[in-house]
């Protein structure tokens, strides 16, 4: 049985009895699922495609004996010795899904993070909390929107580049370790917040080469 007491006075796992759904689970996606879990969130929903390649080992959360297994079930099972957790696993590519609860996209390319949004997030009354991690290199950006709030809504979407057009925007491409975890830290941190009904900030910019942090809370 897990003693949380430790953490109490921050968040219990009573805060966080809602469903988490976290789309990709590669170079940010997996140390979110590991912080999220750690932190006492009860109800987990993991979405991957992919499997563990040995490229993925050096910024990912897999073990050597995981190469050639879906990331989703490697990573339930590692997931598995630390937490007792409801984990649920989904080998899937996800274009249409209908959510209830808090979404977490760690998408590697902006045009799935643009079919997430359109198809199953945006104006979604079950979604009540939509973060999107990026990372490309030593930055991050977390962009943490309520996707029923128009003025919100216009400000996130301001941030859906092409591709193309986005080739120098973050993206989960490129991350060491180091960087990865600390994004996953702040994305921790906003669920944390919507669990204790404490305000959130709308971005964070994280530069580890530089160690600078920077923040807007309000998306208007």
Not at 132 to 144: K, S
Not at 158 to 174: I, R, Y
Request: hydrophobic share 40%; charged share 20%.
């Amino acid at each position: 049985m897990i003693d949380y007491w430790r953490q109490l006075d921050l968040v219990s796992p009573s805060d966080l009895d809602f469903d988490v759904y976290l789309i990709g689970v590669g170079g940010l996606g997996s140390p979110i699922a590991m912080a999220l879990a750690k932190m006492g969130c009860q109800k987990l929903t993991f979405f991957d495609h992919d499997n563990v390649e040995p490229h993925n080992l050096p910024n990912q959360l897999y073990r050597m004996s995981d190469v050639d297994t879906p990331k989703v079930d490697a990573l339930a099972s590692i997931l598995r010795e630390y937490v007792d957790a409801q984990i649920t696993p989904i080998n899937e590519l996800v274009t249409q899904r209908t959510f209830n609860g808090v979404v977490v996209s760690a998408v590697d390319s902006m045009a799935a993070r643009r079919t997430i949004w359109q198809n199953c997030v945006r104006y979604k009354a079950g979604v009540k909390l939509y973060i999107d991690a990026r990372m490309g290199g030593e930055v991050g950006r977390i962009l943490t929107v309520s996707p029923t709030n128009p003025i919100a809504v216009a400000a996130y979407e301001g941030t859906l580049f092409s591709d193309e057009e986005g080739s120098q925007e973050l993206c989960t491409a490129q991350a060491t370790i180091y960087s990865t975890f600390g994004v996953a830290s702040l994305v921790a941190n906003q669920v944390k917040r919507f669990a204790r009904s404490e305000t959130q900030t709308y971005e964070h910019i994280i530069d580890f080469a530089t160690s600078m942090l920077l923040t807007t809370e309000d998306a208007g």
